[in-house]
């Protein structure tokens, strides 16, 4: 905490603002932690057909109600002190296949409880966290929560497929008190939905009025990342 409070005074000096990312990798690293998604090298894949996180393959076990109540808990302390740091807004990581994408994602969460089954219940889990951070941060503390279709495990995968699902998607996220939408696309000029040139952030600020940030391949010729070296399958 010191240390961050160091960053944050530091930032603050050069006239800039900061925001952290609240994250949980989930089961992306692994039961036990081996299989961290942090080893993006060929003889050592993460990914993948083989790889930990694929839909329909069983590699841990569905987190109780208790699980998902302290991982809630814990998120709302990260903001608490991110805030009580001097940190001017917060980021929530809901994107990438980590582990509040895997209860969006209807490839991952075969839930039948509250937090599973339609797009509104799978979200049920990022508002849990959302509106228990708004209870303790205050109205007037701005959340940021990031988002994508896309999964480290699938480049190809949708949460939604048209206007209509975003909308029903990002509704609960917004109520929950979501004030700006980072939008997780892995090439930011193309179109989101066919008949219509906006991307993901266009449509998610035309859908909710809310300031959205577009990323993805931004001042990039080619992709960043070779897929074969990283493992990674396209479907």
């Known amino acids: 905490m010191a240390g961050w409070k160091k960053v944050v005074d530091e930032v603050h000096a050069a006239g800039a603002k900061i925001a952290p990312q609240l994250w949980h990798t989930g089961i992306m690293r692994g039961v036990g932690g081996e299989g961290s998604s942090l080893e993006p ?59 509040i994408d895997q209860f969006f994602w209807e490839g991952t969460n ?42 480290l495990v699938d480049y190809h995968a949708q949460l939604v497929n048209n206007p209509e699902e975003l909308e029903q998607f990002l509704k609960p996220l917004c109520d929950a008190g979501v004030d700006v939408f980072h939008c997780s696309t892995r090439r930011f000029w193309q179109p989101e939905f066919e008949g219509s040139d906006l991307n993901q952030a266009g449509w998610t600020k035309k859908i909710t009025g809310k300031p959205a940030i577009t990323v993805g391949s931004i001042s990039l010729k080619e992709d960043f990342l070779d897929e074969r070296a990283r493992g990674i399958a396209e479907h």
């Open 110 to 151: 075969q839930r039948s409880d509250a937090y599973g089954g339609s797009l509104v219940k799978r979200a049920q889990f990022a508002v849990d966290i959302i509106r228990g951070i708004r209870a303790k941060v205050g109205p007037d503390y701005p959340i940021i929560f990031r988002f994508s279709q896309w999964k």
């Open 41 to 99: 090298y060929p003889d050592v894949p993460a990914f993948g057909p083989s790889g930990l996180l694929m839909p329909g393959k069983e590699i841990g076990h569905s987190m109780s109600l208790d699980d998902i109540e302290q991982v809630v808990a814990a998120y709302v302390q990260g903001a608490v002190d991110a805030r009580a740091l001097g940190f001017d807004c917060i980021e929530i990581h809901g994107a990438h296949g980590y582990m």
